[in-house]
């Protein structure tokens, strides 16, 4: 039994970058929805579809635990997954809540109403479907009372760094941080909700100014994942090697993930 690790294309890799670092001893499968990415610009019934079958595919790889790396598919599929998809025996998780609960300095399970928090102006930069589903400032308003989101929806940028481009990639990502600030001029913290942006943490932080505390999910969602196995050891399959699957071209993609994570990664045929 492994960990599966869902994304639609390659900006899960971050996620399980981090998980392994932190869980070196748990093995993990991740599968890549090339073929279909981005998922950013589809509708929500369609991210749905997709994303179950890419979640059972990982099923049939022996991954009882799913984690859904992948902030559209979090915003656009997982409750609905969850509320009439997932089988009791199996579990899917999102990218959303640990994020959040780290901006509003929150515990796991910690349930207590909403209450204020120090940051109090926050840019949210996601993909459109992500900005559009509204589920960032739900589930912020669960937590917190008074933090004003200014959300950015970064058009192109997926799709560049799928395409291995990043000049254009990070042409893209200054001008939706311009259009970020006409919006909102001093944001104290921006919360990078794609797990394909942190490849391009540096010029989010240096567009934003060393004053803007950038959040990135990938750490916290490996905290976040020992913090779960721990509570939940029969989940934890033995380690071993990560296996890759995509659904695009086996060799192309796996060119573009040894170029993003300098070492070599061999995807195969999902
Ligand atoms: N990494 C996905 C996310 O976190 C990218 C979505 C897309 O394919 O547009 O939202």
């Given at each position: 039994?492994a960990?599966?690790?869902?994304?639609?294309g390659l900006?899960?890799?971050?996620?399980?970058?981090?998980?392994?670092?932190r869980?070196p001893?748990?093995a993990?499968?991740?599968?890549?929805d090339?073929?279909?990415?981005?998922?950013g610009?589809?509708?929500a019934?369609d991210v749905?579809?997709?994303?179950?079958?890419?979640?059972?595919?990982?099923?049939?790889?022996?991954?009882?635990?799913?984690?859904l790396a992948?902030?559209?598919?979090?915003?656009a599929?997982?409750?609905?997954?969850?509320?009439?998809?997932v089988?009791?025996?199996?579990?899917?998780?999102?990218v959303f809540?640990?994020?959040?609960?780290?901006?509003?300095?929150r515990?796991?399970?910690?349930n207590?109403?909403?209450?204020e928090v120090?940051?109090?102006?926050?840019?949210?930069?996601?993909?459109?479907?992500?900005?559009?589903?509204r589920?960032?400032?739900?589930?912020l308003?669960?937590?917190?009372?008074?933090?004003?989101?200014?959300?950015?929806?970064?058009?192109?940028v997926?799709?560049?760094?799928?395409?291995?481009d990043?000049?254009l990639?990070?042409?893209?990502?200054?001008?939706?941080?311009?259009?970020?600030?006409r919006?909102?001029?001093?944001p104290?913290?921006a919360?990078l909700g794609?797990?394909?942006?942190?490849?391009?943490?540096?010029?989010?932080?240096?567009?934003?100014?060393?004053?803007?505390?950038?959040f990135?999910?990938?750490?916290?969602?490996a905290?976040s994942?020992?913090?779960?196995?721990?509570?939940?050891?029969?989940?934890?399959?033995?380690g071993?090697?990560?296996?890759f699957?995509t659904?695009?071209e086996?060799?192309?993609?796996?060119?573009?993930?040894?170029r993003?994570?300098?070492?070599?990664?061999?995807?195969?045929?999902a």
């Amino acid at each position: 039994m492994a960990v599966g690790i869902f994304d639609s294309g390659l900006g899960g890799l971050t996620v399980l970058e981090a998980v392994r670092r932190r869980l070196p001893e748990v093995a993990f499968a991740y599968y890549g929805d090339n073929a279909h990415a981005p998922y950013g610009v589809r509708e929500a019934d369609d991210v749905f579809h997709l994303t179950c079958r890419g979640v059972e595919r990982l099923w049939r790889e022996g991954c009882d635990l799913v984690i859904l790396a992948c902030n559209t598919a979090s915003a656009a599929a997982l409750r609905r997954m969850q509320e009439s998809w997932v089988p009791p025996d199996k579990r899917v998780l999102g990218v959303f809540v640990p994020l959040i609960e780290a901006l509003t300095e929150r515990k796991w399970g910690d349930n207590s109403p909403p209450r204020e928090v120090a940051v109090k102006h926050v840019a949210l930069f996601a993909t459109p479907a992500t900005v559009a589903s509204r589920a960032f400032q739900r589930e912020l308003a669960f937590r917190a009372i008074g933090v004003d989101v200014e959300a950015q929806a970064c058009g192109g940028v997926v799709d560049a760094i799928e395409e291995g481009d990043m000049i254009l990639a990070e042409a893209l990502v200054r001008s939706h941080v311009e259009a970020l600030k006409r919006k909102m001029p001093h944001p104290q913290a921006a919360v990078l909700g794609c797990t394909h942006y942190p490849l391009l943490e540096h010029v989010f932080q240096e567009a934003l100014g060393p004053e803007v505390r950038v959040f990135s999910q990938a750490d916290l969602v490996a905290e976040s994942l020992a913090d779960y196995l721990e509570r939940h050891p029969q989940m934890r399959g033995a380690g071993g090697e990560p296996v890759f699957l995509t659904t695009g071209e086996a060799a192309r993609v796996s060119d573009q993930a040894t170029r993003f994570l300098q070492r070599k990664v061999t995807f195969r045929p999902a």
